[in-house]
C-alpha cells in the first residue's frame, strides 16, 4: 500500500495569493502526478514527474508550476491565484507504468 | 473529445443484489484498464485492473470484463453492499505512465 500525503487538506484563500500544495510518498516511487479535479467531471492530468529534476506539463493547460528536487517530494505552487482554480488538486505516485497511489487531496477556493 | 466515456452519472442499487458499471473507450491504443473508488473528500484508491490480453479479472467481489472488439469494459460487485457506495471512475493507460479518466458513475447502494 502507497503511502502520500499531501497538505493541507482544505485551502480557502483570497485572489492574487501565492500558494503552494505539498505532496510528499513514502514508497520511493520515482513517478509523480499532480491532477485537478472539479465535481461530476474526469481527473485531468497537469503535471507529472519522472523523477527528480523532471517535470513535464500535463494535458491540461495550468498556471500553476511544479518542482521536483527529492524524489518524495513534489510540491505544486500557484504564483498569483484567481476564482478559475478553485477546484480539487489530487497528488498521485507510481512505480511502473499503470497503477497510481493517490494522496487524499486538497480542495482549494479561492475567493 | 472523451476517450473513456461513463454514459451513467449515477446507479441505484438494493444491497444484496449485483452492480454493473459501465465504461466505454475510443482509444485503439489502450492496453490496460482501471478501477478506481472515490470516497467523498478523500482520493481515489485503486480497486482492480485488467490487461488488454485479457477478458476477465477477479477479485474477491469484484469482477471486470473487457469486450476489446467493442471497445467496452464493465465493473461487477456481487453482492452489493453499504460500503460499496462511492463513486467510481474507469481510466486507461497506452502504456506511456499516464492514466486518462472517465467522469465517474456514483453508485448508491440502498438498503
Known amino acids: 500500500e502507497a503511502d502520500i500525503y499531501q497538505t493541507p487538506r482544505y485551502l480557502v484563500i483570497g485572489t492574487g495569493k501565492k500558494i503552494t500544495l505539498e505532496c510528499s510518498q513514502t514508497?520511493?516511487?520515482?513517478?509523480m502526478y499532480w491532477y485537478q479535479q472539479d465535481p461530476g467531471m474526469e481527473l485531468h492530468l497537469i503535471h507529472y514527474?519522472?523523477?527528480?529534476?523532471?517535470?513535464e506539463k500535463g494535458d491540461l493547460s495550468s498556471e500553476s508550476t511544479v518542482s521536483r528536487i527529492r524524489t518524495e517530494h513534489f510540491p505544486l505552487t500557484l504564483e498569483s491565484a484567481r476564482p478559475s482554480h478553485t477546484s480539487q488538486y489530487l497528488c498521485?505516485?507510481?512505480?511502473?507504468?499503470?497503477?497510481?497511489?493517490f494522496g487524499p487531496g486538497t480542495r482549494l477556493t479561492v475567493t | 473529445d472523451q476517450q473513456v466515456k461513463q454514459n451513467s452519472p449515477s446507479l441505484s442499487v438494493q444491497e444484496g443484489r449485483i452492480s454493473i458499471l459501465n465504461c466505454d473507450y475510443t482509444?485503439?491504443?489502450?492496453?490496460?484498464f482501471l478501477w478506481y473508488k472515490k470516497y467523498p473528500a478523500e482520493g481515489p484508491t485503486f480497486l482492480i485492473s485488467?490487461?488488454?490480453?485479457?477478458d476477465k479479472n477477479e477479485d474477491g467481489r469484484f469482477t471486470v470484463f473487457l469486450n476489446k472488439s467493442a471497445k467496452h469494459l464493465s465493473l461487477h460487485i456481487v453482492p452489493s453492499q453499504p460500503g460499496d457506495s462511492a463513486v467510481y471512475f474507469c481510466?486507461?493507460?497506452?502504456?506511456?505512465?499516464?492514466?486518462?479518466f472517465g467522469k465517474g458513475t456514483r453508485l448508491h447502494i440502498l438498503p
Open positions: 514527474s519522472y523523477g527528480v529534476n523532471s517535470t
Open positions: 481510466a486507461a493507460s497506452a502504456g506511456d505512465d499516464k492514466i486518462i
Open positions: 485488467i490487461s488488454s490480453i485479457k
Open positions: 498521485a505516485s507510481a512505480a511502473g507504468a499503470y497503477e497510481q497511489y
Open positions: 514508497m520511493g516511487h520515482d513517478k
Open positions: 482509444n485503439s491504443m489502450f492496453d490496460y
